[in-house]
């Protein structure tokens, strides 16, 4: 049974830094690709960026050179380093094992 755990959500103010993780089980991670998407009030669901097995790597435009994902398949783990967030960078951010596995959702509120 294929599980993904995220952390590392919650308060932060404008210009603050966060880091997401989600730690993948059940499913050999190392060759999976995995993304992180994301979910404000009233909104729809949207692709923040994406990893491949490969390690390469894209992002949505809104989050281009403030977001980073990366990987450790040693840790079955995948992280969204969040740099200069913004008040409209809170969202529910959900992990996802490409291309049907989601997670549970973590909390992300940039406020001051």
């Known amino acids: 049974q294929v599980q993904l755990v995220e952390s590392g959500g919650g308060l932060v103010q404008p210009g603050g830094s966060l880091r997401l993780s989600c730690t993948a089980s059940?499913?050999?991670?190392?060759?999976?690709?995995m993304a992180w998407y994301r979910q404000a009030p009233g909104k729809e669901r949207e692709l923040v960026a994406a990893?491949?097995?490969?390690?390469?790597?894209n992002y949505a435009d809104s989050v281009k050179g403030r977001f980073a994902i990366s990987r450790d398949n040693t840790k079955n783990t995948v992280y969204l380093q969040m740099n200069s967030l913004k008040p409209e960078d809170t969202a529910v951010y959900y992990c996802?094992?490409?291309?049907?596995?989601w997670g549970q959702g973590t909390q992300v509120t940039v406020s001051s």
């Open positions: 059940g499913i050999i991670f190392s060759v999976s690709n």
């Open positions: 996802k094992l490409l291309p049907v596995y």
């Open positions: 990893i491949t097995r490969g390690g390469s790597t």
